[in-house]
């Protein structure tokens, strides 16, 4: 199963939209999903391990597949594996 991992900030003005789009996909469609603030020890971690400069960054499958709003077209063919 895909799994989609968003690293966001409460402070970013971009990141509630990225939010409510990958929540609305999940709704959707079949895919794990998680929400990951920066600030926190697990955030962190992921940011020193794909070297994450800036957020929202979307991590699917263990990769860095978006930096910022994606478009929606994009972030469902990211989640449908085509």
Not at 19 to 46: C, I
Not at 48 to 70: E, L, M, Y
Request: proline share 9%; charged share 30%; with cysteine.
């Amino acid at each position: 199963m895909v799994k989609v991992i968003i690293v966001t900030t409460k402070t970013c003005p971009y990141c509630p939209p990225a939010k409510n789009l990958w929540r609305e996909l999940k709704k959707e469609h079949n895919f794990e999903y998680e929400e990951v603030d920066a600030s926190t020890p697990e955030g962190q971690k992921l940011a020193k391990k794909f070297n994450i400069r800036s957020v929202p960054t979307t991590i699917i499958d263990d990769r860095i597949a978006f930096i910022g709003v994606p478009p929606k077209e994009k972030a469902i063919e990211a989640v449908k594996g085509d």
